[in-house]
């Protein structure tokens, strides 16, 4: 019986990374998949790291989502399972994960347009408070 195949985990990185800014931009899969001359379809297994990204793909996709290609290597893993430098080893990519999901855009893009540094620090301060809350 043939075993499914697991993407690598810096293919997984770099097409989070790949969405991440995809959605920063409001940019859809299809209009990224366009300017590239790929479909959606594509750009969602790019996206997912189950089809790797070749090199000049990713330097259309860094051109395209105005992104120096450094930017999707950026906190990958080293491969070698332990940290890259003196970076934790098993650091979690939160806040890659919260920027990937609707929320956490929808959060950030609401938070940076908030001038007053004394109402942002209320809300996080506001925020740290629920996330210590015990659930009911």
Known sequence: MAQKKVPNPVDVHVGSRVRMRRMIMSMSQERLGDQLGVTFQQIQKYEKGSNRIGAS??????????VPVAFFFEDAPDGSGNGAGFAEAHSPNYVT?????????????AFVRISDAK???RIIDLVEALADKPSE
């Open 119 to 121: 109402v942002r620090r």
């Open 97 to 109: 994960d919260f920027l990937s999901s609707g929320e956490g855009l929808a959060l950030n893009r």
């Open 57 to 66: 793909r990713l330097q259309q996709i860094a051109r395209v989502l105005q």
